[in-house]
């Protein structure tokens, strides 16, 4: 009874601490639609025509498999050859990240432009549908065919709200969410504002490119030695595998425990240094 009082206690504390931190209830459903949506961000965003979060799966799956059964025929090892398929498997999503990433650091350079040419079309007297339509011409040649097909599709239909939405979806950019949707607020409730937000908001992403490209020019050589570093234990465990005799220790139930072991610290390490060299990402809120 001396010991149940105090957990009792103790757990009506924790409860009371608990409370004072509500949370939006998140079904699980909610919660898979926003990590799908984010796949589908940074596909859009890595600029890979034709390729879909289902078709990115279905490529990481088929690269797991396909690894696992060469390294299988080579080493005729269960637990490195695991190990080697899950690293395969998730080579795609890598390659498309990184993709993505250079593409958002070419794009944060040509964003300021793109805001600076719809400026100087409002202030000629161009219609943002016109202003718009130019830049399949005149923009930067990253974003010339988003708006080309924006352009095609505001001649076919003259429904100018629904082609910014489908210009938005075909960016899937941040920084054109905000630019969309300014623009829509202008095309609704006009007013003489327009000039002045475009100009700030050319000043601001100005700075911000340039302080991000300071930032990622200092921590690009400590992230490439923690990947180094991360590596450098699996480069090892290739070299071995030439050997034949070193890989029947891999065989045994204390070699398997070793390899699950190092895989796991070696994706914790590489999470926890992806966290810490991370610069923040700006989500889209404006969808």
């Given amino acids: 009874m001396s010991v149940i009082f105090p957990l009792m ?27 799908r949506e984010q796949l589908d961000d940074v596909i859009v965003q890595s600029g ?29 090892v269960p637990a490195i050859a ?28 040509v964003w300021p432009d793109v ?20 830049l399949s011409v005149r923009g930067p040649e990253e974003l010339r065919p988003a708006f080309a097909e924006f352009a095609h599709d505001y001649q076919g239909s003259g429904r100018f709200h629904e082609c910014l939405d489908a210009l938005k979806v075909r960016l899937g950019d941040p920084v054109a969410d905000r630019l969309i949707e300014s623009l829509r607020i202008a095309r609704e409730v006009g007013g003489t504002d327009l000039g002045k937000l475009l100009r700030t908001l050319s000043t601001f992403l100005r700075d911000d490119a340039r302080t991000r490209a300071e930032l990622e020019a200092r921590q690009s050589w400590t992230v490439n030695a923690a990947r180094l570093a991360v590596a450098a234990p699996w480069i090892v465990l290739a070299m071995l595998a030439t050997r034949g005799g070193s890989l029947a220790a891999y065989r045994e139930p204390a070699g398997v425990m070793v390899l699950a072991v190092g895989t796991a610290i070696t994706f914790v390490a590489y999470q926890v240094m992806r966290r810490i060299g991370r610069l923040p990402v700006e989500e889209r809120v404006m969808r």
């Fill in 48 to 76: 890979i025509n034709g390729l879909t979060s289902g078709k990115l799966i279905w490529i990481a799956a088929s690269t797991g498999v396909f690894a696992f059964i060469v390294v299988m025929l080579i080493t005729a």
């Fill in 82 to 109: 695991l190990a080697i398929a899950g690293f395969a498997a998730y080579s795609p999503f890598a390659v498309v990240n990184s993709r993505a990433r250079r593409r958002r650091a070419a794009l944060r350079e």
């Fill in 9 to 35: 206690f103790g757990a009506g504390l924790f409860c009371v601490w608990w409370s004072c931190w509500p949370q939006s209830p998140k079904t699980g459903s909610a919660a898979r639609r926003s990590r």
């Fill in 115 to 134: 805001v600076d040419h719809i400026s100087s079309a409002v202030r000629a007297g161009l219609a943002l549908p016109e202003s718009l339509s130019q």
